[in-house]
Nanobody, 116 residues
Framework: VQLQASGGGLVQAGGFLRLSCTASGSIRNIDSKAWYRQTPGHNRDLVAVTYNGVVTDYSAAVEGRFTISEDNGKNAIYLRMNNLKPEDTATYYC???????????WGEGTQVTVSS
């Protein structure tokens, strides 16, 4: 499985971006799809996750501003980020998990920079 993330960039505070992540290869048995973010010197933190396309969960820092969605027909997941803040600046990563196999597939990061 290969994941390709895109959509990052430079935006002013209050603006929005939409990240995309497209998966190629065999993606059967994926039971969760998520977005994480990481800043230099810090851990990679969970931002948003969707379980089997039914249940979604968000970190407190982005609740109400970010929306995770998926398009199974395109093997893609998205992250709509509204009302961006400078503290949202980070490298964002998509991840697909097969919990039964204990495998997590990571995409390459896409940089999001929010200017004040």
């Amino acid at each position: 499985v290969q994941l390709q993330a895109s959509g990052g960039g430079l935006v002013q505070a209050g603006g929005f971006l939409r990240l995309s992540c497209t998966a190629s290869g065999s993606i059967r048995n994926i039971d969760s799809k998520a977005w994480y973010r990481q800043t230099p010197g810090h851990n990679r933190d969970l931002v948003a996750v969707t379980y089997n396309g039914v249940v979604t969960d968000y970190s407190a820092a982005v609740e109400g501003r970010f929306t995770i969605s998926e398009d199974n027909g395109k093997n893609a997941i998205y992250l709509r980020m509204n009302n961006l803040k400078p503290e949202d600046t980070a490298t964002y990563y998509c991840a697909l998990s097969d919990s039964r196999a204990g495998v997590v597939y990571w995409g390459e990061g896409t940089q999001v920079t929010v200017s004040s």
